[in-house]
């Protein structure tokens, strides 16, 4: 069974520029997960979307970070404009259901803003 | 107070020895807990799920306790290949979300 499956894996941008990163989930897996970790941090949820709905993007910071999971499979996350405290991973997962069921994590997008 | 809290750590213990961490959870209402491992630079993978009555898996036993609202792993006869950051993770007041700690740094010696 293919994994969730991420790009880019790397990212170099100067502060006020734009990102967009891709995921594309296990197949079958309704729920759908945008974390950012910073480094010694536990994962911090963004957003998450069960099939193309949004369920909780409460700590989405709305007026530079967007995302978008149009046909209920793959997301785009993206960020405009970029700030240094942006610089982070930003690890996508995917589960079969939403909350108690087990989440399978991408390699995450490694992000630096400079 | 965080939601869930995890001591940073590191904890550095020598191979063969057995070593403990706990993760405390502020929300009664959470029914769901889970310990993921993290290795360095690498994204979180499932070690175990947390049920009331506990779970074995190997050298891995993991235990909850409502009363004193924390979860436990405890990992006997460490291996060097255990040297990982542990997650845990509460389900919140809905049953959708998933509350994470900010991970125990674990560091087996040899």
Redesign the interface.
Known sequence: EAGVAQSPRYKIIEKRQSVAFWCNPISGHATLYWYQQILGQGPKLLIQFQNNGVVDDSQLPKDRFSAERLKGVDSTLKIQPAKLEDSAVYLCASSLRQGDSEQYFGPGTRLTVT | RKE?EQD?GPFNVPEGATVAFNCTYSNSAS??F?WYRQDCR?????LM?VYSSGNEDGRFTAQLNRASQYISLLIRDSKLSDSATY?CAA?GD?????I????TKLIIKP
């Open positions: 869930v940073p029914q769901s889970f690498k994204e979180p993978k499932l799920s997650l389900t809905s049953n959708y979300q998933l994470w700690g900010a991970g």
